[in-house]
């Protein structure tokens, strides 16, 4: 294999790694918002059963575990912009956007889960909004912090 058939592949391979995030990421993103979503819809439920109002504020935390797939978006720009000039770097990229996917999708999918919580304690409650908001905020920073460090350690 010529060294420029090898240099092309392996900048395939990096620019892939940059999709893999985004696919992680979504998947996480989409069973997050699936399970808030879920508990959203039986808190409604419920709260119309009981007569009282349908609060509309539990579609922020349901939309809350969306921005890692933002995020992923993000990484995967950044990762298409340096394989232009390190494509010989590319085990390096493959890890970033692997690694950086898991961690995306597994903030969302438990932010998800925090935000099923809260959609049903606020529901009951009427109460601890900003709260809420805080926990899910705290879950998010892990995604924050995972785009920030695999900015610091690509070439």
Not at 29 to 43: E, F, K, R
């Amino acid at each position: 294999m010529n060294q420029s058939l090898s240099l092309e592949i392996m900048k395939s391979i990096a620019l892939a790694s940059g999709y893999v995030a985004v696919g992680l990421a979504a998947i996480g993103s989409a069973l997050g918002a699936g399970a808030a979503g879920q508990a959203a819809i039986g808190a409604w439920r419920k709260c119309y059963q009981q007569g009282k109002a349908a609060p509309f504020l539990l579609l922020a935390m349901v939309g809350a575990p969306l921005s890692q797939t933002i995020y992923a978006m993000i990484m995967m720009v950044i990762i298409k912009g340096k394989v232009a000039d390190n494509a010989g770097q590319m085990p390096v990229y493959a890890v970033i956007g692997v690694l950086g996917g898991v961690a995306l999708m597994v903030s969302a999918l438990y932010q998800g889960k925090a935000a099923a919580g809260a959609c049903v304690a606020f529901a009951e409650s009427g109460k601890g909004f900003a709260n809420y908001l805080m926990v899910l905020g705290i879950v998010e920073t892990c995604a924050i912090f995972a785009l920030i460090f695999s900015f610091m350690v690509m070439p």
